[in-house]
Each structure stands twice: as C-alpha cells, then as structure tokens.
C-alpha cells in the first residue's frame, strides 16, 4: 500500500514562513490534499490538487509538488495557524493520510 | 449550506457491532458527483479512511478493516450509515463522516466534515 511520510513537528516564529512536508513515491504524479487540524476540530480542507485554496483559506497558505515530495507552504505564520497538518492522496482504490504534522508558532 | 452530522451511541462494548449514521443536510445525497466517507482518528493519533460510498451503493473500503466494515446508503433519509463489527479497545476513537468529490474541482478531496463523534470501546 502507498505510504506518507511527514515529519513529526515543525516549529516556526511568527511571521516567518513554515515548510511541511509530505514525502510518498513519485507523489509529484499524484493530486495531494491538504487539511488544518485545531484541537477538538474536525479537518479543514486548506489545499486541493496540490497548490489550490478553498474559498475562504488566505493566500498565506501554498501548496506544490514534485517528484517525491510535496509541500505546504504558510507565509507570515500567524498564532492561529498553529495546529496539525496532514497531507492526503488518492491511490487506485483507497485514500491515504500522512501521519500528520504538529506546526508550533513561537 | 451542506452540513453533516454524525450520530450513535456514545459507547460500545468490546466483540460487539458500532453503528454510526451521518445525515446530510442542505444538499442531497443522490448526486453523482460526490462519495460520502468515514474516517476516524484514535485519541492523540492521525486521521484513518474506513471507507466510502456512492449514492448508488457502490463501496471501497480500506484493505485493513475491510472484513470488519459496511458502509451504507439510505437516500430516502439523506443518511449513510457504517457499521464496524468486533470491535476492541483500539478502535476507540473519533469518527468523522465527510465528503469527497468525484467530478468536481475537488476531486479526491475531502472538502466538508461532520464535527465527529467519540465512541469509546469499553466494557
């Protein structure tokens, strides 16, 4: 079955800029999905095929992807996106999570 | 505004079935455009898809809790419903209905969610 690797946790300082990201086999050839966590919330979609927002999610958040790796990008990290961030692809027949990454803003 | 709503019994007793049933409001479930799925996250853990299902009936579920797991559709009541049998101590968790598209712009995204639902396995 397909893999995702995340790393465990990321810290940024506020107002800089955040990396996470997810790593799979040749996932550059996969749409990737991404999804903000709060504690006690349900997911919220933040990225779509790849690099798309969802209406109402800032500019702040990008996403890309190629090769092995793909990446969400956050931009002048704020206190209230401190949260978990999983990244997600569809593979043949099942939908398969990253084991999600834990975003610290200092 | 579609919005879904989890609903169950708030604890199951190891061996026994767990059934959940997400209602669908301000939108139908009979639309060939989106799947409607399950998935749950143990406390302090990462997110699991159990599985999805059309409109139709048609299911995929995933590999690891397949022999365990039925999903299905109710669209007279704009329910879907699951149900995991023999149930242990690990599958305490959180479960979450939400719903993925099929031909949208959001295709394989999960792009709303139920506010989830503890259910503790416990005796």
């Known amino acids: 079955s397909y893999e995702l690797t995340q790393p465990l946790s990321v810290s940024v300082a506020l107002g800089q800029t955040a990396r996470i990201t997810c790593g799979g086999n040749n996932i550059g050839s996969k749409s990737v999905h991404w999804y903000q966590q709060k504690p006690g919330q349900a997911p919220v979609l933040v990225i779509y095929?790849?690099?798309n927002r969802p209406s109402g999610i800032p500019e702040r958040f990008a996403g890309s992807n190629s090769g092995n790796t793909a990446t969400l990008t956050i931009s002048r990290a704020q206190a209230g996106d401190e949260a978990d961030y999983y990244c997600q692809v569809w593979d043949n027949t099942f939908f398969v999570f990253g084991p999600g990454t834990k975003v610290t803003v200092l | 505004q579609l919005q879904l709503q989890e609903s169950g019994p708030g604890l199951v007793k190891p061996s026994e079935t767990l059934s959940l049933t997400c209602t669908v409001s301000g939108g139908s479930i009979s639309t060939s455009s989106y799947y409607w799925g399950w998935i749950r996250q143990p406390p302090g853990k990462g997110l699991e898809w159990i599985g999805s299902?059309?409109?139709?009936?048609?299911?995929y579920y995933n590999p690891s809790l397949k022999s365990r797991v039925t999903i299905s559709v109710d669209t007279s009541k704009n329910q879907f419903s699951l149900k995991l049998s023999s149930v242990t101590a690990a599958d305490t968790a959180v479960f979450y209905c939400?719903?993925?598209?099929?031909?949208?712009?959001?295709?394989?995204?999960?792009?709303?969610w139920g506010q989830g639902t503890m259910v503790p396995v416990s005796s």
């Open positions: 095929r790849d690099s």
């Open positions: 299902i059309y409109y139709s009936g048609s299911t």
């Open positions: 939400a719903r993925s598209g099929v031909d949208t712009p959001m295709v394989d995204a999960f792009d709303i």
